[in-house]
């Protein structure tokens, strides 16, 4: 009798060890599997942050590209500011010489009341009203040029700034206000996702972004790594509802840029100075000669810093560089001051760069 207790509780004893190890195969079929899924994980994770570094270089390149571009426009700039100076100088000294000839004409002028050899002097008059007419020519010519120039510059004067801008934009990671892109794909679980634009659609790393869905932001975003035409980017942590997620088809804008808090005065509260009126301050020199806004430079004032044309001394002649023709000048008034300076403003603009 003993005997088979003995044989039924060995044969329940074995059953057990069959089910036991029966359960320790399944549990070591299932830790190989996640051994497995693991190791590919870690490929797929290596390989991501081998494009995410071939990404940066190539954004480091483009970057030093952009620098050498804005550098060789702002070369540009001063090349043509120097021409658009010498142009200037060139236009003050055929007014000089403009001047000279009318002041001719005038004293000849003068002169035929008084003289009685008519057909001569007509004849002088003729011949000095043509060579007006060819200073005069000459003069629209440059006028013409100098505002082409000026054009010139104002366009790459704008293409510096909008250079500019596009470079402290890419180095603070600050999007354009109006920038939208879509979420192409999605990985909660890993807490980033892939946007369907790169660097050029306007994406620059580290810049924060906004997940909508419908009118409503359900999550944040800070840029990681850019391409061409895609990006990565991380989900910032806590910006999700618990429970909700990022899916493919998600709009995505620009995070609203934070505005610096007004300091208050010292003592307490913000206090605004009274308005009071000042006296207008002078315009600031511009290097490149553009006139002041509302109006066109002072007659007397060269915006490239040439100096005025000497006045010829009273009762002699005039100096040989202001006028071509040798005509003497008109004898100073009894009492009159030195008389002023010719005009170099220039009504029509700038001249265009020398080619």
Not at 12 to 38: D, I, P
Not at 73 to 85: F, G, L, M, R, S
Not at 216 to 230: A, D, F, P, Y
Not at 306 to 325: E, L, N, R, T, Y
Request: charged share 25%.
């Amino acid at each position: 009798m003993a005997w088979k207790i003995l044989s039924a509780l060995a044969a329940v004893c074995l059953a057990g060890s069959a089910f036991f190890a029966w359960k320790n195969q399944e549990r070591l079929k299932n830790e190989r599997a996640r051994e497995e899924y693991t190791q590919k994980n870690l490929v797929s994770v290596q390989e991501h942050k081998k494009a995410a570094e071939e990404a940066k270089t190539k954004h480091t390149g483009d970057l030093a590209e952009a620098t050498k571009e804005i550098e060789k426009i702002k070369a540009e700039v001063t090349d043509t500011a120097a021409k658009a100076q010498e142009k200037e100088q060139e236009l003050a000294q055929v007014r000089t010489n403009l001047e000279g000839v009318a002041k001719v004409v005038k004293e000849l002028q003068a002169k035929i009341d008084e003289a009685g050899d008519i057909t001569k002097l007509m004849a002088t008059i003729k011949d000095l009203t043509n060579k007006k007419k060819e200073a005069e020519g000459a003069l629209a010519n440059q006028n013409q040029r100098f505002a082409s120039a000026q054009e010139n510059v104002k366009g790459l004067l704008d293409g510096v700034k909008s250079a500019e801008e596009r470079e402290a934009r890419g180095r603070k990671g600050i999007v354009e206000p109006d920038f939208t892109a879509s979420v192409s794909r999605s990985f909660n679980e890993w807490g980033f996702v892939v946007l369907s634009k790169g660097n050029g659609g306007g994406v620059f790393a580290n810049a924060d972004l906004e997940v909508k869905r419908g009118k409503e932001v359900i999550g944040k975003l800070k840029v990681r790594n850019v391409e061409q035409s895609t990006s990565v980017a991380d989900i910032v942590k806590g910006s999700l509802a618990e429970g909700a997620s990022i899916r493919p088809g998600d709009l995505v804008v620009a995070a609203p840029q934070a505005q610096p808090a007004a300091k208050p005065a010292a003592g307490g509260a913000a206090t605004t100075a009274p308005a009071t009126p000042s006296a207008p301050s002078a315009p600031a020199a511009d290097p490149f000669g553009a006139p002041p806004a509302g109006g066109m430079a002072p007659a007397a004032s060269d915006p490239f810093g040439a100096p005025p044309a000497a006045a010829p001394p009273a009762g002699g002649m005039a100096p040989a560089a202001s006028d071509p023709f040798g005509a003497p000048a008109a004898p100073a008034a009894a009492g009159a001051g030195t008389p002023a300076a010719p005009s170099t403003a220039d009504p029509f603009g700038a001249a265009p760069p020398a080619k």
